[in-house]
């Protein structure tokens, strides 16, 4: 009795609640190890996120990445450390007043600054070195005004 129980409990939930097919694309970043895509953040239409690679002579490193839109590649906006990782998972990705704002070291600096990125190489840029020798920790961000604090 208990095992029929439990074959009507099971029956009753596949039907009530079937299997939901979502479209999905999966694109590596890193033929050579695991990309482990992270900091997903949507400015606009725009998914960031950061991702190892292996597309540089340089070596890998985890870098910046926008997909444009739902058909679109994934595509990374721009090499910022080719010495290493540009962004670690103690990086901030923030999106405000549709840029993305974030924290990224480079080959010249070991320490993380303030960045923005629209999605292009050319529209991402450091924003300011806020101190050469700490890095750079946007802890609680806060909007107001249209100013990030």
């Given amino acids: 009795m208990k095992k029929l129980y439990y074959f009507i409990t099971i029956l009753i939930f596949s039907i009530a609640y079937p299997q939901i097919n979502t479209n999905s694309t999966i694109l590596e970043t890193n033929w050579s190890g695991d990309s482990e895509p992270d900091h997903l953040t949507m400015v606009g239409n725009k998914l960031f996120f950061s991702a190892n690679i292996a597309l540089f002579n340089d070596g890998n490193g985890r870098e910046l990445w926008v997909k444009d839109s739902p058909s679109s590649k994934s595509r990374i906006v721009k090499d910022l450390n080719s010495n290493g990782s540009a962004i670690d998972t103690n990086s901030d990705f923030i999106n405000f007043n549709g840029l993305l704002i974030f924290t990224a070291r480079t080959s010249n600096n070991t320490y993380k600054q303030l960045w923005k990125s ?32």
Avoid: H, R, V, W
């Fill in 118 to 149: 629209d999605g292009t190489s050319g529209g991402t840029a450091i924003i300011k070195t806020i101190n050469p020798n700490y890095d750079t920790k946007l802890t609680n961000p806060l909007i107001f005004e249209n100013k990030l604090y």
